[in-house]
T-cell receptor
Framework: NAGVTQTPKFRILKIGQSMTLQCTQD?????MYWYRQDPGMGLKLIYY???????DKGEVPNGYNVSRSTTEDFPLRLELAAPSQTSVYFC????????????FGSGTRLTVV | AQRVTQPEKLLSVFKGAPVELKCNYSYSGSPELFWYVQYSRQRLQLLLR??SRESIKGFTADLNKGETSFHLKKPFAQEEDSAMYFCALTECGYNKLIFGAGTRLAVHP
């Protein structure tokens, strides 16, 4: 049982490049989330999804896009990378109506130069 | 607006000393409160939640609605407790978590 798997673990992008951060979970969780964690800061919600085909913006969605075609996968897309997007990105999932907490992925450290 | 405040960026104590990591929140409804921990080079993991009233690894946290606080406490800190601790809340019935900025706990021998 892998839980929440994120790839890649590290990536360096040049300004203006695009990439997709992958996230998959095998717990049949309906809810999935993308957060970014900047140094010395808490986690800020980028996008979330309450089920396949449904996504919604979080606190800091600008510069990102998501899709949720299956229950398992919730990729995060950066179209035109900017230095301000240098951060650690965490994907998480939780069960519907369940407040027992999130299961987090191990994170993706992204640097935009 | 919902907000979680952790006033201390760093808390440094010696092994065996008591620890209290502060968390205050602003929310008009009935929130669920959580503490998450992130050990060095590991993913965030749930430490405890207020509705379960449990003690995990010697840590406890009591929800004080009057003071809107959910401070994390441990009577005797251990070196392995050194980590980043995040307080978080969610509205009852919803799953979207709002995190505080985190407090780094450093326990020295």
């Amino acid at each position: 049982n892998a839980g929440v798997t994120q790839t890649p673990k590290f990536r360096i992008l040049k300004i203006g490049q695009s990439m997709t951060l992958q996230c998959t979970q095998d717990m049949n969780h309906n809810y999935m989330y993308w957060y970014r964690q900047d140094p010395g800061m808490g986690l800020k919600l980028i996008y979330y999804s309450v089920g396949a085909g449904i996504t919604d913006k979080g606190e800091v969605p600008n510069g990102y896009n998501v899709s949720r075609s299956t229950t398992e996968d919730f990729p995060l897309r950066l179209e035109l990378a900017a230095p301000s997007q240098t951060s650690v990105y965490f994907c998480a999932s939780s069960g519907q109506g369940e407040v027992s907490g999130y299961t987090f992925g191990s994170g993706t450290r992204l640097t935009v130069v | 607006a919902q907000r979680v405040t952790q006033p201390e960026k760093l808390l440094s104590v010696f092994k065996g000393a008591p620890v209290e990591l502060k968390c205050n929140y602003s929310y008009s409804g009935s929130p669920e409160l959580f503490w998450y921990v992130q050990y060095s080079r590991q993913r965030l993991q749930l430490l405890l939640r207020h509705i379960s009233r449990e003690s995990i690894k010697g840590f406890t946290a009591d929800l004080n609605k009057g003071e809107t606080s959910f401070h994390l406490k441990k009577p005797f800190a251990q070196e392995e407790d050194s980590a980043m601790y995040f307080c978080a809340l969610t509205e009852c019935g919803y799953n979207k978590l709002i995190f505080g900025a985190g407090t780094r706990l450093a326990v020295h021998p």
